[in-house]
């Protein structure tokens, strides 16, 4: 069994910054792509910043230059860093790990609970 779970989401006043991390735990083979996505209610969840494996990085439009994604593979840990932060980041955040288990080597996508991040003054 696979978990990811999330933290560091919270309130934060315009123009903040926060750090989210989430780990993977489990019988884990290998990780792939690792990424960060967010949903706001009534709308579908979107990506916001992915990581290959080789340490490739891509980012939605309104958050490059502000938000940064990195990944440790030592730890199966992704994070995202967020600086400048403004209240349309407002949304809960959810990772992402494309990954093969010890028992399932087809390579999967699992998701982590959610992390409320709401940008306020």
């Known amino acids: 069994q696979v978990q990811l779970v999330e933290s560091g989401g919270g309130l934060v006043q315009p123009g903040g910054s926060l750090r989210l991390s989430c780990a993977a735990s489990?019988?884990?083979?290998?990780?792939?792509?690792m990424g960060w996505y967010r949903q706001v209610p009534g709308n579908q969840r979107d990506v916001v910043a992915q990581?290959?494996?080789?340490?490739?990085?891509t980012y939605v439009n309104s958050v490059k230059g502000r938000f940064t994604v990195s990944r440790d593979d030592a730890k199966n840990t992704v994070d995202l860093i967020m600086n400048s932060l403004k209240p349309e980041d407002t949304a809960v955040y959810y990772c992402?790990?494309?990954?093969?288990?010890?028992?399932?080597?087809?390579?999967?996508?699992?998701w982590g609970q959610g992390t409320q991040v709401t940008v306020s003054s």
């Open positions: 489990g019988s884990i083979f290998k990780i792939w792509d």
């Open positions: 990581i290959t494996r080789s340490g490739s990085k």
């Open positions: 992402k790990a494309n990954l093969q288990t010890m028992s399932i080597l087809r390579a999967t996508d699992y």
